[in-house]
């Protein structure tokens, strides 16, 4: 068993923690993947939306608001920069004051970077711990779950692990593409498991990810296309269909995480409402997940 000699902490490696998929020795679950069935999560994901439909769509629809919002200014600046390279006169700006509105743009750009660093990524932590909170409960618990990772203890962590996570999509997709788009899927989980366990370690989380989505790529992928008949109902009705949709595309990813989250049952993370305890039966760790560190 490896134990890193810097900390005494014993890292998630599948090898550490013996048969994570049971059924399967960890070879197997290497060479055949994890396979989970896309219409099974879909049927769950429909069962459980139904519980908390509204409460879901209005925090997709907050979320969705706050994101665009970095997105139409970035729209705008591209038309000034367009209009100066056409002539420098866009909007009345002479040549002169090209040199100041660029250095406003590049201002503009890291202000947008800034805030999704640190307030959009948080929120789309809080987003999944709605809805794997909710999932747990069988009921809504609450729109104020979007502010999670703000009052969890852990909005440090939470922001590097997620700020190194766009680092990497966008140095693998700055080298090709194809390998960008796969590195996508690999770390797909990482909201999902930083919502149950905020404070784990960054290194774990990202062997983690790897782990649950070895042989399940492509699955995710065909899950993500099989919804493209709702997302066209949703463009035919003038794109706001969209909208409606998406809770119950939300509930049913959430699914496959749980399904995902449960190959790898040998590594001490909890989730899907279950508490860590002392031997009192007393609560050590608040909300739903935690992280033990096994020293």
């Given at each position: 068993?490896?134990?890193?000699i ?17 059924g ?12 989970w ?15 908390y439909?509204?409460?879901?769509f ?13 997105e139409?200014?970035r729209?705008?600046?591209d ?13 009345g ?26 307030v ?12 794997m909170?909710?999932?747990?409960e ?7 779950r979007?502010l ?11 922001v590097?692990?997620?700020?190194f ?27 999902y ?10 290194r774990d ?14 699955q ?5 296309l ?32 749980a ?16 508490r860590?305890?002392?031997s009192?039966?007393?609560?050590e ?11």
């Open positions: 068993m490896y134990i890193d810097n900390t005494g902490r014993i890292p998630y490696r599948p090898e550490n923690f013996g048969n994570s998929r049971a399967q020795t960890d070879s197997e679950k290497r060479r055949n993947g994890y396979m069935s896309i219409g099974e999560v879909k049927r769950r994901g429909w069962r459980q939306i139904g519980l439909y509204w409460p879901a209005l925090l997709l629809l907050i979320f969705s608001l706050a994101s665009g919002l970095g139409v200014f729209v705008d600046i038309s000034l920069i367009e209009g100066i390279m056409e002539g420098g006169t866009f909007y700006i002479w040549d002169m004051a090209a040199g100041l509105l660029l250095s406003f743009v590049a201002i503009s750009g890291l202000v947008g970077l800034l805030v999704r660093i640190f959009l990524n948080p929120m789309e932590v809080g987003v999944y711990r709605f809805f909170e909710s999932r747990a069988g009921f809504s618990v609450g729109v104020s979007i999670y990772a703000f009052s969890s203890g852990s909005y440090g962590n939470i590097k692990i997620m700020f996570r766009d680092l990497f999509l966008f140095l693998w997709t700055l080298l090709l593409i194809i390998p960008g788009i796969v590195k996508s899927f690999e770390y797909r989980m990482i909201p498991i930083l919502s149950e366990n905020p404070d784990a370690d960054m989380v990202f062997a983690l990810t790897k782990d649950m989505m070895r042989g399940s790529k492509f995710l992928f065909l899950f993500d099989s919804f493209l008949g709702w997302y066209l109902l949703g463009i035919l009705a003038c794109g706001i269909g969209l909208f409606f949709v998406a809770p119950y595309v939300s509930a049913a990813e959430a699914e496959v995480y399904e995902l989250r449960n190959s790898v049952s040998g590594f001490p993370l909890r989730g899907f409402g279950e860590n305890t002392d009192s039966g007393e609560t760790n608040e909300g739903w997940g935690g992280y033990e560190n096994q020293e």
